[in-house]
């Protein structure tokens, strides 16, 4: 076991600084709670910063657009 927390009444956890620290866990990233086999498997995901995605394309775009593109989940 790496590390342990409680949970509030609002069912609200601190992810503890060794884990954010071995996991590079960052402000605004995500956690992803799935079931294994052997019980809960938890993930953590990068937010996906407008920065981020700088180059993707090869056609020059409206950044405003592909913003508001990317906020609505789609590419």
Known sequence: MLSKTKISKG???????AVREAFDVEPGDYVEWTEGQDG???????RTRLRDLTGVGSVPADAVAVKK???RGMR
């Open 11 to 17: 069912f609200q956890t601190v992810v503890p600084s």
């Open 40 to 46: 809960l498997v938890v993930r953590f995901r990068k």
């Open 69 to 71: 593109r990317v906020q």
